[in-house]
């Protein structure tokens, strides 16, 4: 693959306009969203989409998450539902992403469903997004801006270590706010929690007004891309560590004393904002180690505790 020149584009309308230009050119472009970075192409063009797989070092096709600017364009995609539209209201724009029957004849890359008859789409909230969404006036798809398997990036500069030479751009929007994926909620059969995230399941059942299915991994209907191992540091990491060990770099939660604390307060948006940062920090420090303590098991405790379990997996 020839190095290229990855650029960093300004968040400003300058910033913007060039960025829209460059995915109509079927470049790559990273950009923020609340959750966390994207690594965006233009869903239509098969040529862009592939190259997303390419310069993230995907193995294989999972499929990919298409964002939009409205609902208009999503319903254009897919097919809807009464369902889909009662939680649209409720949680788009946002950290939401859904899983719906693809319309027959939607201008979506075969590469971005992987051969799939379903389709992820998602409204991002954040004002950068949307205003790349709208300049670029198409559907773009977007994995997290990582090299596979690596930690999720929640800054340009995170984009920037692991892509750098590899996409045409990226948008420097500062700090994502919510810091983890969106939730993936499958609705093309039975309503189905695909991944934790910032979106809690709580949320969505108060909403559907009924439980939902959570996919367990043995399942066969399931986000392909949910490998065990994912997110994961060079370090090894130790989870539910209530004691630190000898030369191990220390990710805390609550008021213990370590290296860096997720949350002192025991705020669990917080932690979540810091989760990803704060393991890349640590993994820089060369520790060997990452401890990381008790993350309780509610709310957004169940998607931090996701990620954490698959940075610890066996690789
Ligand atoms: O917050 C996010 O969701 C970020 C930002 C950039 O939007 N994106 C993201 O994309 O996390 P990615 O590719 O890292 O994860 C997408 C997940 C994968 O696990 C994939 O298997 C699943 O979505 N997925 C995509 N299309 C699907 C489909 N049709 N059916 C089931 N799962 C799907
Ligand atoms: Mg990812």
Redesign the pocket.
Known sequence: MKTLTTKKLNADSAGLAEAAALLQDGALVA?P????????ADASNDTAVARIYEAKG?PEF??????LADIENVQQLVVWSPEAQAIADAFWPG?L?L?LP?RPGAKVSKL???G?????V?I?EAPV?RALLRAFGGPVA?????RSGQV?PTLADHVMNGLNGKIEAVVDGGRCS?G?????L?L?GKPTL??P??VTQDELNTVLGKPIAARHDAEA???????RSHYAPRAHVRLNATEWEAGEARLGFGAVDCDLNLSATGDLTEAAANLFEYMIRLDASGAKVIGVSPIPHLGLGVAINDRLSRAAAER
Not at 33 to 40: D, H, K, M, N
């Open positions: 950009f969203t609340e959750t966390v970075y994207g690594l965006g995907r999972n499929p990919l998450i298409v964002h950290p992403t899983v693809l971005v469903t992987a799939l008859d379903t389709l992820a998602r991002p997004a977007a994995p997290s801006a990582n999720s919510v983890l994926e969106s939730t993936i499958g093309a695909l991944r995230g910032g209907i399931s986000a392909p891309g949910q490998m």
